[in-house]
């Protein structure tokens, strides 16, 4: 691996940027000279050095942007896992996936959570080829994990694991040098009463030099809708490294079915505020933080923000109009059936699994799929069904069975009927007790106060001067179908990021909808693009992560379909320039999460990132920064603002090509 230095100290850049270097990546461009470091507020902000790695060949041109293939043709052979009592929420909303460096090689590699194995973990060659690792994983293995994400709980320089698991609640997996010490995952305490935290996200809130983690709870979905306080939120603070759960605040307002969950410095005064979306009746929340750990909610009289979503499901904050400025995207149920925009695309339910190449999985996806034209959950519950029980066999039958009294329960509203739940069957058993636990209905005086809803469209808040403006229709990212995950980044390193939509749904349905790709044109609006990127889909998907698994400089995607194989998006795109950066912080928490780099081109061109963990549904990206050039061959200036506090500033050319590292001693 080739790699030039810049050292820095005492405020002043001493480099050795090599033409070489850059030749490798086949790129031109002047090396980089002597370049001052201006500290914030004219401190010293430390010692700081920069090492490069230039891109990978470009990987080869496809027919399309990105070539669709089922991902265990590079290694991640995870299997289809879906039973009868996945066929309910939140089993049916899939599990996560997070993407890191785990073992320090340079290459980002990828852990999928597992309710059935506990963890699918695989190592990256570097060329995006994938291996699983076969380490035991002890207790972990028993243990149903919804949320696993890698992010450095205890600041030694290596990704740990954090995992929310249903019903036996959240734990910390610490990385021992790039290997994870699966014999001995350290709970971090939550509420007594939750039942998931499906929603995540991480950052040092309290500014002391750490992670900390909000948890977004989750309880019992549509059937009762109103949740109990056991679906309260959390933060838990990091102390020193020790995250387990003693030090947390509750966060004020309504509990609700938090979907997603996402820490992000939306008014740029450098501490971390927090973004809660709710699904159903109960109102998504902003609060604005304060930098010692302390949250305020923005109200509807503040009149700041206009509305959000109804149905919320992920929440993305990012630089959409290159003016280094953030947008509030909120998504949820956004056009159900092709009837509602021509921009929904959809196959007819039966051709569901025809597309998928692996036997196994194709048969168990048909399997499932004839399962779901007899087990009707929800509101066309039909429990006549019970003697389809009776023909299946082993595990399925006992699901059933299972099942079928958890429905009849619900239906007769009647708790004591879970008691004829077999003991061997805890998942269904708490599906029916949770429906039946108590709850208090909101007050309309206290709705009055929390910020308003709307159903139908997802919402692009962009900010005008004094407030807020809801963008999305004029923009052209009303529509997005069931959107569970959206991925915003620049995909064809044109310069403008992107917006790609991950959908569908489980509930009875007789079409199935494709993910969205739209398209940035730059000129403030955004065009439905997913049959000529090649990102059309029709598999029901939850969860995605976008990132350079082959290091060529553009932006690959995995995604993990609820009922199909894990499926590889390869970018082969072959023009636009782009440049990366990753941060590591001895000051503060060690990977620069929620710090925000800027970056100015040649022509006055601002580009804003922010480092995130979380507010997408179950996926979690490496905090990598990528910024798509279009035809600029250099970032003229980039501006770190750490997490933590501080401003480093490059102001001489950072050549295009490469994958820089900014460590601040």
């Not at 996945?86 to 899939?94: A, L, N, Y």
């Not at 390193?493 to 749904?505: A, H, R």
């Not at 102001?651 to 994958?659: H, I």
Request: charged share 25%.
């Amino acid at each position: 691996m080739t790699r030039s230095k810049i050292h820095v100290a005492d405020g002043r850049i001493f480099l050795a940027l090599v033409a070489t270097v850059f030749a490798l990546a086949g790129l031109g461009g002047a090396a980089v000279t002597a370049e001052e470091i201006a500290a914030d507020k004219g401190q010293s902000d430390g010692s700081v050095s920069i090492t490069s790695r230039p891109f990978a060949p470009r990987s080869p041109a496809h027919e399309t942007v990105f070539q669709r293939v089922e991902a265990r043709t590079h290694g991640i052979d995870k299997p289809l896992e879906l039973s009868i009592k996945d066929m309910w929420p939140p089993f049916w909303e899939g599990r996560s996936l997070t993407t890191g460096d785990i073992d320090h090689d340079g290459d980002l590699d990828l852990v999928i959570a597992s309710t059935e194995r506990g963890l699918y973990l695989y190592e990256n060659d570097g060329a995006g080829q994938f291996s699983r690792r076969e380490e035991a994983l002890g207790p972990v293995a028993d243990l149903d994990v919804f949320n696993a994400a890698l992010v450095d709980i205890d600041n030694d320089g290596w990704l740990d694991l954090f995992l929310a698991t249903y019903l036996d609640g959240n734990f910390v997996v610490h990385n021992r040098q790039g290997s994870f010490d699966m014999a001995s995952p350290e709970p971090v305490r939550n509420r007594d009463d939750a039942m998931l935290s499906i929603s995540l996200s991480f950052a040092d809130v309290d500014r002391d030099g750490d992670l900390d983690a909000a948890l977004g709870n989750w309880a019992a979905g549509w059937y009762r809708r109103i949740p109990g306080e056991e679906s309260r939120n959390r933060v838990v603070f990091n102390e020193n490294g020790t995250l387990d759960g003693s030090s947390f605040t509750e966060l004020s307002g309504l509990p609700g079915e938090s979907l997603v969950i996402l820490l992000s410095d939306i008014d740029l005064n450098g501490t971390a505020d927090l973004l809660v979306g709710n699904d159903f009746e109960l109102p998504d929340y902003v609060y604005l933080g304060d930098g010692e750990g302390g949250f305020t909610p923005i109200t509807r009289a503040d009149g700041l923000i206009p509305h959000t979503t109804n149905t919320t499901m992920s929440i993305k904050t990012a630089d959409l109009h290159n003016d280094g400025m953030p947008e509030i995207f909120f998504t949820q149920i956004a056009g159900r059936s092709s009837r509602v925009s021509e921009r929904l695309k959809m196959q007819p339910l039966a051709e569901y699994c025809d597309d998928i190449v692996h036997a196994e999985t194709k048969a168990l996806c048909i399997r499932n799929m004839e399962i779901k034209t007899w087990y009707k959950s929800g509101n066309r519950f039909d429990p006549s069904y019970s003697a389809r029980c009776q023909e299946l066999t082993g595990t399925l039958e006992a699901e059933c069975r299972a099942m079928l009294v958890k429905d009849l329960a619900i239906q007769k509203d009647n708790p004591e009927i879970c008691a004829l739940i077999p003991a061997g069957q805890p998942i269904p058993r708490a599906y029916c007790d949770i429906h039946f636990k108590p709850f208090e209905a909101p007050l309309m005086s206290v709705f009055d106060t929390t910020l308003r809803q709307i159903m139908r469209t997802n919402v692009l808040l962009t900010w005008q001067g004094e407030s807020y403006a809801d963008t999305a229709t004029q923009e052209g990212l009303e529509i997005g179908g069931w959107t569970w995950d959206n991925k915003i980044a620049d995909f064809d390193n044109d310069g403008w990021q992107d917006v790609y939509i991950v959908n569908g749904t489980w509930v009875p349905n007789e079409v199935s909808p494709s993910n969205l790709f739209y398209h940035n044109t730059g000129e403030g609006r955004f065009e439905e693009a997913s049959g000529p990127f090649g990102l059309e889909d029709y598999l029901m998907t939850a969860s995605a992560v976008a990132f350079d698994m082959d290091h060529d400089g553009d932006l690959d995607m995995i995604s993990q379909p609820v009922n199909g194989p894990v499926m590889l998006f390869r970018n082969g795109s072959q023009t636009g320039n782009a440049i990366q950066f990753e941060l590591r912080d001895s000051r503060g928490n060690s990977h620069g999460l929620g710090a925000r780099l800027v970056a100015e081109l040649p022509d006055g061109t601002t580009m804003m990132r922010e480092l995130q963990s979380g507010g997408g549904f179950m996926s979690f990206d490496a905090p990598v920064a990528h910024f798509g050039l279009g035809d600029a061959g250099e970032v003229s200036r980039l501006t770190v603002h750490w997490a933590g506090g501080g401003t480093t500033e490059i102001n001489e050319p950072l050549a295009a090509g490469a994958t820089y590292r900014i460590t601040r001693q």
